[in-house]
């Protein structure tokens, strides 16, 4: 039998252990404050590095939000709330891991065209009434570089609403901010704007047709050029945006 010691553990660890029990048992529900520091400390016997260290650990999860001079706060459970967890380490790691970049474009691609799929499925009139408008603001914004980039995120970010499901959403906010650096680094190509303009015009005329083949292929045409505007873009190419567009970025 091999020998498995038996870890000590720290203070602040039991006393994590035991909020994470009332939690989980409802004793505190979502929006509710957690008892006061000095509460904790007379109810667990222990000091108060013991409990901060706990509470800190309990927000840095996401689990409850600390203000100056006020409870800790039991966080309304939400997707933005989960993926908000993830957005720094997620930033790092694209600065710090080159091949990263690459994986996080292959993800994009995998989902949004499952998007626009799951959109031409379910999509209701008022919705696609949406997603025409966001179209129009985007054509709306020719002239103007970062309303141009802005309104063709608002469009793919409507594709996503689509579905239903309210993590898509999330995971498509997360992932713009992920690229935002990106988008704008690339090289204007004058004119290219318009063939964006032409593939959202694309996927929308799929979604509203109620067309899941034509919309899913739409949407992984528009994003694999955007893919290859980026290749070219890494590979330092002075004319990054001939293959694509500009407006300060790929098609989003």
């Keep these: 039998m091999r020998p498995e010691p038996i870890l000590r553990r720290k203070l602040y660890q039991e006393v994590l252990e035991r909020l994470l029990g009332r939690i989980e048992s409802g004793e505190i529900a ?3 404050p957690l008892p006061s520091e000095r509460e904790l400390m007379e109810a667990y016997g222990v000091g108060r590095p013991a409990i901060r ?13 600390i203000s100056h001079g006020e409870r800790a706060r039991l966080v309304v459970p939400s997707a933005d709330n989960l993926i908000a967890q993830i957005q720094e380490g997620a930033r790092h790691l694209l600065r710090s891991e080159p ?15 499952g998007l626009a799929r799951l959109a031409a499925e379910r999509a209701d009139e008022a919705g696609i009434a949406e997603l025409r408008a966001r179209l129009d603001e985007h ?7 970062d309303e141009f980039i802005d309104r063709d995120m608002a469009f793919h970010r409507q594709v996503a609403r689509l579905t239903g499901n309210p993590i898509f959403p999330a995971i498509i906010e997360a992932m713009f901010s992920w690229l935002a650096a990106y988008y704008r680094s690339l090289v204007r190509a004058p004119g290219a704007e318009m063939l964006t303009i032409a593939e959202h015009e694309r996927i929308l005329a799929a979604i509203a047709a109620r067309d899941p083949d034509a919309a899913a292929a739409a949407m992984h045409d528009h994003l694999s050029r955007a893919n290859a ?6 590979a330092g190419g002075e004319d990054a945006g001939e293959d694509g567009r500009g407006g300060g970025g790929p098609p989003s």
């Design 99 to 113: 091949h990263s970049l690459g994986h996080l474009k292959d993800a994009r691609l995998f989902l949004e065209t």
């Design 53 to 65: 260290e706990a509470l800190q650990s309990l927000e840095r999860w996401g689990i409850v939000t």
């Design 30 to 32: 979502p929006g509710d």
């Design 229 to 234: 505007l980026y290749r070219r873009f890494e």
């Design 139 to 145: 054509k709306a914004a020719l002239a103007r570089l």
